[in-house]
């Protein structure tokens, strides 16, 4: 599927998406003048699902900020969810109707084996993409790169990984977060007690209670959450990073299909510069809450976006 031809599929399927004047009109020109396709036979997978139900599941997170958590409404917003929204409608595209989202939360513990299972067709969260997990469900081209590190007050003597010697440092459960701070603690003896939380918001509480003496996560979800409740005066992400995350879209493994469709519709989103705007939305500009993260692209992101666009053409 060409980029224009995904672009207008977006236009068309979900007007609140703001696009071009000219890309509307060419594209509203193109669907008058031109019949649609016929619905083809050969469907299968997820896309044979959604075909028959009218729906599609997308799985959120709760407080992953800015990529995927609930506004004041409790409805799922952020940088993946929208991602997500583009993604669906490319995805109706594909099989010639209009599609309905039924939400379904999930958390870093269940999210894998609620795509591998079906309960939800797109999980749009904070997800890393690493060969143990890509052997149970594939992902999306890179969205976000990302890297542990560690929320700590500002007037705790914690200056590096080093000095978690004997603390006590939350994670949350079922992350590369996790794995990372366990295998720091074993390779170096530095004897860390690790407190689960099942949600970053959890794991933020802990540090801001004085339960736990750091949080280790994702620096930009540290960041977004530092944000999200204005405590820039009293907390702050420190240290090198302890791991290298890859953000990914997760969906059905062996599904290619879905796959291609995927495949295709990022590379169009990258080609249309949608990627960098929803990226300065969700980044640069106010969140809901009135705080900004404040955070530029990454050159590795930059690079990953450019030579997403090039093979769209």
Partial sequence: MSARRLMCAWWLAAPAIVLSAALGGACLAQESSAQAPAVSAELSGTLAKVRASGSIALGYRASSVPFSYLDTRKQPIGYTVELCKLLMAAIGDAVHRPLDIR??????????????????????????????RRKRVAFSPIIF??????????????????????????VTRGTTNEKAVRDLSEKFKLGIRIVDADEQAQGFALVVRGEAEAFASDDVLLRGLIAQHSATSELEVLGDYLSYDPYGVMFRKDDPLL???????????????????????????????????????????????????????
């Fill in 103 to 132: 939400w379904v939360p999930v958390t870093a513990e269940t999210r894998v084996d609620a795509v591998a299972n079906g309960q939800v067709d797109l999980e749009c969260g904070s997800t890393t993409s690493n060969l143990e």
């Fill in 259 to 313: 796959a291609q469709v995927v495949k295709d519709s990022f590379q169009a989103m990258a080609a249309s510069a949608e990627i960098e705007r929803q990226y300065t939305r969700w980044f640069l500009d106010k969140l809901p809450s009135g705080s900004s993260i404040n955070l530029p692209m990454s050159p590795q992101l930059e690079s990953i976006i450019q030579t997403m666009a090039l093979k769209a053409q």
């Fill in 145 to 170: 790169v990302a890297g542990t590190k560690v929320l700590v007050r500002k007037d705790s003597p914690i200056r590096d990984f080093r000095d978690l010697a004997g603390k006590t440092v939350a």
